[in-house]
């Protein structure tokens, strides 16, 4: 079930863990419609609707379906645990950790670290 919810200026979309993955960028489109049909301009996505090549960066498919978001005006922020991830691979810890430093693209722990960063700087969106 995905749920609205406003914290700090922004308007969050967080989707359920179960449903359709994002395993290509073309999937992206359900997620951008999902968004605009409900106003938001932060998608939270939880690692449980990744594809499972989405977080090996040489399938390009996290840096197309981040650019498209972008390209819509959308933030994201991917919520849950990539440990495991990001220990078989030192490209993807650098790619987290300059995606974190930005205001569009966020991989967090939980949603409690979404809300805290969210209340002090909000993701880059469609309202500015």
């Not at 919810?5 to 073309?26: C, D, N, Q, T, Y």
């Amino acid at each position: 079930m995905t749920q609205i919810v406003e914290i700090g200026k922004s308007r969050v979309l967080f989707f359920s863990r179960s449903g359709a993955l994002l395993r290509a960028p073309g999937d992206a489109n359900d997620f951008i419609s999902e968004a605009w049909s409900n106003e938001a301009d932060v998608l939270a996505i939880p690692v449980e609707r990744l594809g499972p090549d989405f977080l090996k960066l040489s399938t390009g498919v996290a840096g197309e379906v981040f650019q498209k978001f972008v390209n819509y005006g959308l933030g994201c922020a991917i919520v849950g645990d990539i440990t495991q991830a990001l220990e078989a691979s030192g490209a993807l810890r650098d790619f987290v950790r300059e995606t974190n430093k930005g205001k569009s693209i966020w991989f967090v722990a939980d949603l409690a670290e979404l809300d805290i960063r969210l209340g002090t700087s909000p993701l880059q969106s469609r309202q500015g």
